[in-house]
């Protein structure tokens, strides 16, 4: 890395294959002196995605993360914790291939309509006055096309398709490191302000019509905004603010 990291990075443990980083990563969550720890893998042979879902990649294709924090109360929400990661991961496909991705709600990242990064946010409770967070990043790197036609992951992307230079999976995940930090950081500060802005950008969500799933209902309207104080959605003439943590999915309506 080109300088020293802040927090995030300071440790950095590299396996040939886990099965998991996450669950490898809330195992260390008792130890606060862990704070920072990055986890990354070549290969996870149980992968782990929102809802139980599943991630899979090829051995050496993909940036396969885990960062373990235990923030202070103003940043242990998910909504801002996946706003991070997320918010991170644009800047670095961005300098990788000059393309302004999209956040798609709650915890994916688009290139054009592709997914090409989902990010996993968990956490458990480390002592009576800690949170311990693991955030969890697969981002697609070297997968060329064929490797998703063949496994059928027809809408999902990588890297290597969107950038005319050759990134090593290594060389992005040290990248994405000083970016987490740098946010990180400016969060820390007390720059909440800062990355919700830039959350919302990524999101592009602003007067579209969608449908929004939340955990027991689904609402059509027009999107007005989405802060993490809440999603406010306009239906029927009237603002309708949804909590953040109860809203699932979040489809454009077409």
């Not at 496909?93 to 956040?103: F, H, L, S």
């Not at 909440?192 to 969500?205: F, I, K, S, Y």
């Amino acid at each position: 890395m080109n300088r020293e990291p802040l927090l995030i990075g300071r440790e950095v443990q590299y396996f040939d294959k886990l099965d998991s980083t996450n669950t490898y990563t809330l195992a260390l969550a008792d130890d606060a002196a862990m704070d920072g720890l990055v986890v990354i893998a070549d290969e996870q042979s149980a992968g782990r995605g929102q809802h139980g879902r599943s991630w899979s990649a090829p051995a050496g294709s993909s940036v396969l993360m885990s960062v373990l924090l235990f923030p202070p109360p103003a940043l242990r929400r998910p909504a801002v914790l996946t706003a991070w990661a997320a918010v991170a991961v644009c800047e670095v496909i961005r300098e990788i291939t000059d393309i302004r991705a999209q956040i798609k709600w709650p915890n994916d990242v688009l290139v054009g309509a592709n997914k090409i990064c989902g990010i996993l946010i968990e956490q458990r409770s480390a002592g009576t006055d800690r949170l311990a967070t693991v955030a969890g990043i697969g981002l697609n790197v070297t997968q060329p096309a064929e490797w998703f036609a063949q496994a059928g992951l027809t809408e999902a992307t990588s890297l290597a398709l969107h950038s005319h230079q050759t990134s090593a999976s290594q060389d992005v995940a040290e990248m994405l490191v000083a970016q987490l930090d740098d946010e990180y950081q400016r969060l820390s500060a007390g720059d909440l302000a800062a990355l919700e802005t830039r959350w919302q950008e990524h999101l592009g969500l602003e007067g579209t019509q969608v449908l929004v799933e939340c955990i027991d209902q689904a609402l059509n309207g027009r999107f007005l905004s989405a802060t993490f104080a809440g999603v406010d959605v306009e239906i029927g003439g009237k603002n309708v603010r949804l909590p953040p943590e109860i809203v699932r999915r979040i489809t454009v309506c077409k």
